[in-house]
């Protein structure tokens, strides 16, 4: 069972090595003393029998037969409606694999590009938001695995109701075969990390318990992943399958050895940049300016244009701008957005098949439910 401990300074939880009396926190550097036993990591509560009702505009309802299982987590007692504001917190992540045989081209753009845009638009403080991406001078923000993990506990750390928070990561993504019997399709999708050669990929079942699961009520997680094979990265139970028309329903990825996938109350909902069979595209086709990830170009065209209303608006744009054809694509207030804020040079024009996904933890009316950061 992993040991361990939280920072005195920042309170991230660090992995504790095997007799150590002290730890460094590779996020704020402060030096840990360790008295007495570590806490171990909570485990996820077992998952609930759930009665299945007759679908209701498109999608089901689910109702439990017994209690849900109290959360492990204790972060959000029950009482009065949360607060509607809180912290903004976010981590961005963009890795290019420079001077490799994966080597990306538009990655890091897109972390500077989705940065700027939850500053500017959606008022998160800079200071608030951690990025990684191999032009951080700071060693602690180079995407290696381990940073990436440090930075994953640290958004989640302490998140109290009315919390907004966002993971947006942009790299390579892959997929390996499960064994445990709680993926529909027998594979773990996966994260890339920068040394992902040597330490391994980020698998979507550590993803999923350490942004997911620790989710008190009345926080939000929004998740923003554009690599491939991302559609079910964070392990969410829903996956919405949505068709060319925008007709929609939602399709249960709840695993049936009971694995507990949800949050222990709170909302968390993933903007993917394909399916888990499909590739994403790192292209110029789209700006017309530098090497973009088509997936969050499309997301964040879709705000500036005004199609971020709901979550159902905002899906459908971005596939509507994957589809449409080069001669029909740039212009508009993203272009605008990336001009100011990009330089590099275009890429070759490549086909654009991929389509994006939506998932999250419970089922909703995606043409009606606001979208908020």
């Known amino acids: 069972m992993l040991m361990l401990v939280n920072c005195s300074n920042c309170r991230t939880p660090l992995q504790l090595p095997p007799g150590a009396t002290s730890i460094r926190c590779a996020i704020c550097q402060a030096i840990t003393q360790i008295s007495g036993q570590p806490r171990l990591a909570p485990q996820a509560p077992a998952q609930s029998y759930l009665q299945n009702t007759p679908s209701v505009n498109g999608y089901h309802n689910y109702y439990p037969l017994q209690p849900p299982p109290p959360s492990p987590y204790f ?15 976010a981590v961005i992540i963009g890795i290019a694999y420079k001077n490799t045989k994966s080597e990306l081209k538009g990655c890091i753009n897109d972390a500077k590009c989705m940065k700027h845009l939850l500053v500017s638009k959606f008022m998160f403080p800079e200071s608030s938001i951690i990025m990684l991406t191999e032009e951080e001078t700071d060693p602690t923000r180079i995407p290696t695995k381990h940073n990436i993990r440090m930075a994953m506990f ?35 999708e996966t994260l890339c ?41 964070l392990d969410l139970p829903y996956l919405c399958r949505m068709d060319r028309n925008g007709r929609y329903t939602w399709e249960d990825h709840r695993p049936g050895n009971g694995t507990w996938k949800g949050t ?7 903007f993917s ?46 596939r509507s701008t994957i ?5 029909e694509l740039g212009g508009g207030s993203t272009t ?18 991929q389509e994006p996904q939506l998932s999250a933890n419970e ?9 908020s950061l």
């Not at 589809?323 to 001669?327: M, P």
């Not at 957005?337 to 275009?346: F, P, V």
Request: proline share 6%; glycine share 12%; aromatic share 6%.
């Open 75 to 89: 972060h959000a007692p029950p009482g009065p409606p949360p607060p509607v504001h809180g912290t903004k917190k």
């Open 154 to 188: 640290w958004l989640v750390q302490g998140c109290q109701p009315g919390d907004s928070l966002v993971f947006h990561y942009s790299g390579h993504g892959g997929q390996q075969r499960n064994y445990t019997g709680d993926e529909l399709d027998g594979y773990d």
């Open 193 to 233: 990390p920068l040394d992902f050669e040597i330490q391994g990929s980020i698998v979507d079942n550590e993803v999923n318990a350490t942004l997911v699961r620790p989710l008190p009520r009345g926080v939000k997680l929004h998740a923003i992943i554009d690599s491939c094979h991302s559609g079910t990265v």
């Open 264 to 270: 222990s109350g709170g909302d968390a909902i993933s």
């Open 273 to 318: 940049g394909c399916d888990d069979d499909q590739t994403s595209a790192d292209t110029a086709l789209l700006s017309k300016v530098a090497s973009t990830g088509v997936m969050t170009f499309a997301f964040i065209q879709a705000i500036e244009r005004g199609q971020g209303a709901t979550y159902g608006s905002i899906l459908t744009a971005m």
């Open 323 to 327: 589809r449409r054809t080069d001669s």
């Open 336 to 353: 605008s957005l990336l001009s100011m804020i990009l330089t590099g040079a275009s890429a070759p024009s490549i086909g654009l098949t």
């Open 363 to 371: 089922q909703f009316d995606v043409y009606a439910k606001s979208f």
